[in-house]
């Protein structure tokens, strides 16, 4: 494990600097494990991205364990999720200690409004990388375009990433002549491990929540908090723009429901305002947007004393990252098996030409929220650190940690 000692500490500064969200972390991503490091090639980054699109959960943090997988197998893997979860999920659950002390005043985050500029240079940086790399002829051209168009004006909707993606790998299966058929692959034994133990937690998670809830047991928040996020791990496609509406539904929405109350007067309950504080501020710091499931698992508990509230943290933290992990490590295993049949090979085209596109909508989704059509300072300021952060991510070797410092700095100025 001493010679991973270079790399965990990358994995490290990458967790305290990885501002913007899954859209900034891949262009951190390629610049730092792939230029900087070699720890993979650009072509094992697309397929990394491409897999994990496909799987619920956290496709960023899914990403960076697959990373570890590959440097050190299990052990390294597991190392580097706790790594890179560590931080945010330390800030934000501070943030429902402080956010509970001052109640609904909403937290001064100036020094960061540049970020959300830095973190579209950044993406445009990966989506121009990866188009060079896996778009080269009509087909995936199409489904590049296709894809662009589609994520654009569907951005919201969970069901599009995976649709597009499944979709570019059926495209490309219509002709043989690019990638001809191979020699037969022996069939070869699958660990069922990982999956076994998901389906055994989530069934004994919702087994004891709805029995601590029709038995009002003493600790019942606890069991239904764990439940409720494991549950969101489990089937949230599209990151956290799809994870923060369903927590407005299950800890907003849900309990104003009179008849809700009245089947489940226990049920928990989160002011709105709180939860969009979280919800905003997850943005302005470094690491996976799931983390805001820290946040809301100490506002949760908030009412159970400082040893209940910091163990929701704990709890929100722990569930929301664990099916992501157990799926993605039994998964990826067999990805590598299945990836060697022809039909999945020829697949892969046409999924990276369809994750170029949805890169590419996910840059101009974001900029639409930007002001950068006026014709003020912030407008320039804005359109500079986007250009500036795509050309310096470009054309030099700057790590990518100054980058935001920069940016941090700028916005502490102006």
Not at 70 to 96: D, H, N
Not at 199 to 208: D, K
Not at 273 to 288: F, K, N, S, Y
Not at 353 to 363: C, E, L, P, R, S
Request: aromatic share 12%; glycine share 8%.
């Amino acid at each position: 494990m001493l010679r991973h000692i270079p790399f965990l500490k990358a994995v490290f500064l990458h967790s305290i600097t990885a501002f913007g969200g899954p859209q900034g972390h891949l262009g951190m991503v390629m610049k730092t494990f792939v230029d900087r490091r070699r720890d993979i090639s650009k072509e094992e980054l697309m397929e990394y991205i491409s897999f994990c699109q496909l799987l619920p959960g956290a496709s960023s943090t899914q990403t960076l364990t697959l990373i570890g997988y590959k440097r050190g197998g299990l052990s390294l893997a597991v190392l580097t999720l706790l790594i890179w979860i560590l931080p945010a999920c330390t800030l934000m659950g501070g943030l429902s200690f402080l956010v509970s002390s001052i109640g609904k005043e909403h937290l001064n985050s100036t020094a960061f409004q540049f970020i959300q500029p830095m973190a579209i240079g950044f993406l445009a940086f990966a989506a121009f990388r990866a188009f060079k790399i896996s778009v080269t002829n009509l087909i995936t051209q199409i489904i590049m375009l296709l894809a662009l168009g589609l994520t654009y004006f569907l951005f919201k909707m969970p069901w599009i990433f995976p649709v597009l993606i499944v979709l570019g790998g059926v495209a490309t299966n219509f002709s043989s002549k690019r990638i001809p058929e191979k020699e037969v692959i022996k069939p070869r034994h699958i660990r069922w491990t990982n999956i076994w133990l998901f389906v055994l937690i989530f069934a004994v998670a919702g087994t004891c929540s709805e029995l601590a809830r029709k038995q009002s047991w003493e600790n019942r928040k606890a069991f239904n908090l764990f439940e409720n996020f494991y549950r969101f791990g489990s089937f949230v496609f599209g990151g956290g723009d799809v994870l923060i509406p369903m927590m407005l539904d299950q800890y907003v929405a849900r309990p104003s429901s009179a008849k809700v109350e009245k089947r489940n007067p226990g049920i928990i309950r989160i002011e709105k305002d709180q939860l969009l504080t979280g919800a905003g501020m997850v943005r302005a710091i470094p690491g996976p947007v799931f983390s805001i499931a820290s946040f809301v698992g100490g506002m949760a508990m908030e009412k159970e004393g400082r040893a209940g509230q910091l163990m929701g943290c704990i709890i929100g933290s722990v569930a929301i990252f664990l099916p992501s992990a157990l799926l993605v490590l039994f998964f990826f295993p067999v990805w590598q098996i299945l990836k060697k049949y022809v039909l999945v090979h020829r697949s892969l085209e046409g999924i990276n030409a369809a994750v170029v596109g949805i890169m590419w909508a996910a840059t101009l989704y974001l900029l639409k929220d930007v002001s950068v059509g006026s014709f003020n300072s912030i407008s320039l300021l804005n359109i500079g650190v986007i250009t500036g952060t795509f050309l310096v991510l470009q054309l030099s070797k700057l790590p990518p940690p100054f980058i935001v410092l920069f940016c941090l700095l700028l916005g502490w100025i102006f």
